[in-house]
């Protein structure tokens, strides 16, 4: 069965690092998605992408954050400089239909980031 | 914006039995999605169920069925036959024209022997 494949599966850093966590989503699959989920809370929604650009951002998706797809295949969430409160599982995920409506969201296994 | 509320933080059922669980979203939209997922320790998400608005029909996948309430905008997820590996964190989620899953806050299911 396709997977979306996550690396690191944990990762971590200094206050201040940057940190790429990758994201290879479903071959086939259009939308992207990154969420987060602190330790203990909900799973709350980051950013999609759609077409090579960003469709929906959270308030929680500020300039510390960016996306990119640089070579077709994988799929990066970049946090410029860590914080504390950044410590959390990210977990992408992909889905195949396109704008008119909706499939299923196949999430990765995540990576935990932990921020020291 | 759309909201989903799961009420029991935690639930417990004896394996071989029959547990439900709650789940309520708030929304104006009449065409979404909505889903059930599970989180066992490994902390993966994974699709139990997935129900479509237009749908009057309750989505069924094997021992997992959902109660589908569109008037009330309700959502439960009924579990038969209990297993051992069923125990883990569920979420309620949302998809709407917003094209992002809401999720709601979870419901820790403990499996007792």
């Known amino acids: 069965e396709p997977e979306v494949t996550q690396t690191p599966s944990h990762q971590v850093t200094q206050m201040g690092q940057e940190v790429i966590l990758r994201c290879v989503p479903i071959s086939n699959h259009l939308y992207f998605y990154w969420y987060r989920q602190i330790l203990g809370q909900k799973v709350e929604f980051l950013v999609s992408f759609y077409n090579n650009e960003i469709s929906e951002k959270s308030e929680i998706f500020d300039d510390q954050f960016s996306v990119e797809r640089p070579d077709g295949s994988n799929f990066t969430l970049k946090i410029r400089s860590t914080k504390l409160e950044d410590s959390a599982m990210y977990f992408c995920?992909?889905?195949?239909?396109?704008?008119?409506?909706?499939?299923?969201?196949?999430f990765g296994a995540g990576s935990r980031l932990t921020v020291l | 914006a759309q909201t989903v509320t799961q009420s029991q933080p935690e639930m417990s059922v004896q394996e071989a039995e029959t547990v439900t669980l709650s789940c309520t979203y708030d929304?104006?939209?009449?065409?979404?999605?909505l889903f059930w997922y599970k989180q066992p320790p490994s902390r993966q998400m994974i699709l139990v169920i997935r129900?479509?608005?237009?749908?009057?029909q309750n989505a069924t996948e094997n021992r997992f069925s959902v109660n589908f309430q569109k008037a009330a905008k309700s959502f439960s997820l009924k579990i038969s036959d209990s297993q051992l590996g069923d125990a883990a964190m569920y979420f309620c989620a949302y998809f709407g024209s917003a094209r992002q899953l809401t999720f709601g806050s979870g419901t820790q299911l403990t499996v007792l022997p």
């Open positions: 995920a992909s889905d195949d239909r396109g704008p008119s409506g909706a499939n299923v969201l196949t």
């Open positions: 929304t104006s939209e009449s065409d979404y999605y």
């Open positions: 129900q479509e608005a237009y749908k009057q």
